[in-house]
């Protein structure tokens, strides 16, 4: 049997869904028998492939870049998954929305700057006005919500994804997510 090609994407969060896929230790190492990690921020490929499997995006949508990855990553992906609650409800992220960009980044880069305060224009990408939950711009197969969610929770949700079991949302969720 072919293992499935499975990516995790990193937008507006702070890695802690991340670090919960690492904690499932060594029950992450017994998932490898059945899927290939092509594309993660603990892997080193630099660009998303043409053809995933399974995606699994943390964080929410806050800048022109976020915008454009996942677009690109629910198009060359058959099934996405919003885990964590950035990417299904903004959480976190989202806080600054009633703030607006500019006071946003004044208070970064020019308020709490000891020297060379100036808003950069390059490298960091264009914020955008609201923060959104990935739905808002994409389809959505599955939503994984916690903060993060639990290593239980993921390894129950991969299990089922490479299986083809029945996937169970309210249940995962009493795992303390
Ligand atoms: Fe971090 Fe929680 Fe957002 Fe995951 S859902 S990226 S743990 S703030």
Redesign the pocket.
Known sequence: MSKLKVATV?L?????????ILDMDERLIALTEFIDIVYSPIVDTKEYPDEVDIALV???VASVDDEKKIRKIRAHSKLLVA??????AG???SMRNSIGPEAILERAYIENADCQQQIPCIVVPRLLRVVKPINEFVKVDVFLP????SADTFHTALTALVTGEPLDVPALTRFGA
């Not at 507006?12 to 919960?20: E, L, R």
């Not at 885990?83 to 299904?88: N, R, W």
């Not at 916690?146 to 969610?149: A, D, H, L, M, V």
Request: charged residues 10%.
């Open positions: 990193w507006d969060g702070c890695s802690g869904c991340h670090m919960s943390e964080g929410a885990m964590g609650d950035c990417a299904v959480n976190v992220p916690g903060c993060p969610p």
